[in-house]
C-alpha cells in the first residue's frame, strides 16, 4: 500500500496488487485512510466513500452538511487533491458515509439513468473567487449543451482569460456535479478533461441523446472558501 502513500493512481494499484474485486481493494483502502477516533477529536472530520457509476468507480468525501470531492478514483493527481483537500480545509479524512453523500449516489444512479440533469447535493467550494466565479458559470451550462472556454471568459467580462478559465475548469474537485465536461475548444474538438476524453465523449452524448453508449458502460446549494 505504500503506492497509494507515493501518489500511483489508485486504480493501478488496485491491479497490481492483484484484488480480484473493488470491494477487496475498498476494505484494503479504508485501513489505509482510517484513524483512531481519539486522533480525531480536535480536527474537523471529513468522510470518504467508494461509488460505483456506469464509467468506473468514483471517491465522494464531505462532512455532515456539504460534499467536498466527487473524482473518478484514476483521475491523475487524484491523491494530491485529496491532501490538499485535507490541508486547506485542516480535516482529518476517514472512511464512512455521510448525508451528502448518500444524496450524491442517489442522484448519480438518477442521472446515469437518464432522469436527472440538475444536481441538488450541496457543494462546498474550494477555490480561489476567480475559480468559483467559472464553476458558477459552469452549473449555468444546460444539460445537453456545450461552452468553449472562450464562452466563459466572455460571460465572466474577462474576454482574454481564457487560459484562465481553462486552468480553473483542471481545477474542478467536483466532476460531473459541476460539469467541467461541457467546455470544449473553440474549434469544436473535446479539449482536455481529468476523467479521460473517453469519459467526457460518453457524459455529453448521454447528455444530449438522454442515454450513453454500452461501450463505455461499466440548481445546486453551494457554500465556498477562497484559497
Given at each position: 500500500?505504500?503506492?497509494?502513500?507515493?501518489?500511483g493512481k489508485i486504480i493501478d494499484t488496485q491491479l497490481a496488487t492483484g484484488y480480484e474485486s473493488s470491494s477487496?481493494?475498498?476494505d484494503a483502502f479504508s485501513r489505509i485512510m482510517g484513524a483512531p477516533p481519539t486522533l480525531l477529536e480536535n480536527s474537523h472530520v471529513l468522510k470518504a466513500t467508494w461509488i460505483d457509476t456506469r464509467l468506473g468507480p468514483m471517491i465522494a468525501?464531505?462532512?455532515e452538511d456539504m460534499l467536498y470531492l466527487l473524482e473518478f478514483v484514476d483521475r491523475?493527481?487524484?491523491e494530491r487533491e485529496v491532501e490538499r483537500l485535507r490541508k486547506r480545509t485542516k480535516s482529518a479524512i476517514i472512511?464512512?458515509?455521510t448525508e451528502p453523500i448518500r444524496s450524491i449516489e442517489k442522484e448519480l444512479i438518477h442521472y446515469f439513468d437518464g432522469q436527472l440533469t440538475q444536481f441538488q447535493t450541496p457543494l462546498f467550494l474550494l477555490g480561489s473567487d476567480f475559480q468559483k466565479s467559472v464553476w458558477e458559470q459552469l452549473m449555468n451550462i444546460p444539460s445537453g449543451e456545450t461552452r468553449s472556454y472562450?464562452?466563459?471568459a466572455i460571460s465572466l467580462g474577462k474576454p482574454t482569460a481564457f487560459r484562465a478559465v481553462a486552468q480553473a475548469n483542471g481545477a474542478n474537485q467536483l466532476a460531473i456535479v459541476i460539469p467541467c465536461h461541457r467546455v470544449i475548444n473553440s474549434d469544436g474538438q473535446l479539449g482536455g478533461y481529468g476523467g479521460g476524453l473517453a469519459r467526457k465523449?460518453?457524459?455529453l452524448h448521454h447528455e444530449k441523446q438522454g442515454e450513453g453508449d454500452s461501450y463505455y458502460d461499466h440548481s445546486t446549494r453551494t457554500s465556498s472558501t477562497s484559497s
Open positions: 500500500m505504500k503506492n497509494i502513500r507515493a501518489g477487496g481493494f475498498r468525501i464531505g462532512d491523475r493527481g487524484l472512511p464512512g458515509l472562450s464562452d466563459i465523449e460518453w457524459l
